[in-house]
């Protein structure tokens, strides 16, 4: 059984910091990209940044560049989200998401973690 674990979410208040952890787990062969993703209440999920699995590319959405720091450990099947100066708007709940291809397959699929609630108050 495949999982995408998240952890480090939390009540922070405007300014601060907060990191957010995946480690996957299971029968895994290889993940290619992988990413975070947040949905705020009453809107569409949407992408915050995204890194290859070289690491040497990495994508943000234009509201969290310059503040959030994707990063990954390849040996350990880890991603990590490191968020300053955070904004009440970045209020949402924090997914981890990966394309990974199974023992035994041929094949990327998408998987998704259950989530972590990240909340910045004013």
């Known amino acids: 059984q495949l999982q995408l674990v998240e952890s480090g979410g939390g009540l922070v208040q405007s300014g601060g910091s907060l990191r957010l952890s995946c480690a996957a787990s299971?029968?895994?062969?290889?993940?290619?990209?992988m990413g975070w993703f947040r949905q705020a209440p009453g809107k569409q999920r949407e992408l915050v940044a995204s890194?290859?699995?070289?690491?040497?590319?990495?994508n943000y959405a234009d509201s969290v560049k310059g503040r959030f720091t994707i990063s990954r450990d390849n040996a350990k099947n880890t991603l990590s989200l490191q968020m300053n100066s955070l904004k009440p708007e970045d209020t949402a709940v924090y997914y981890c998401?990966?394309?990974?291809?199974?023992?035994?397959?041929?094949?990327?699929?998408?998987?998704w973690g259950q989530g972590t609630q990240v909340t910045v108050s004013s």
């Open positions: 890194i290859t699995r070289g690491g040497d590319s990495t």
């Open positions: 998401n990966a394309d990974v291809r199974v023992k035994g397959t041929y094949v990327f699929s998408h998987y």
């Open positions: 299971g029968n895994i062969d290889s993940i290619t990209a």
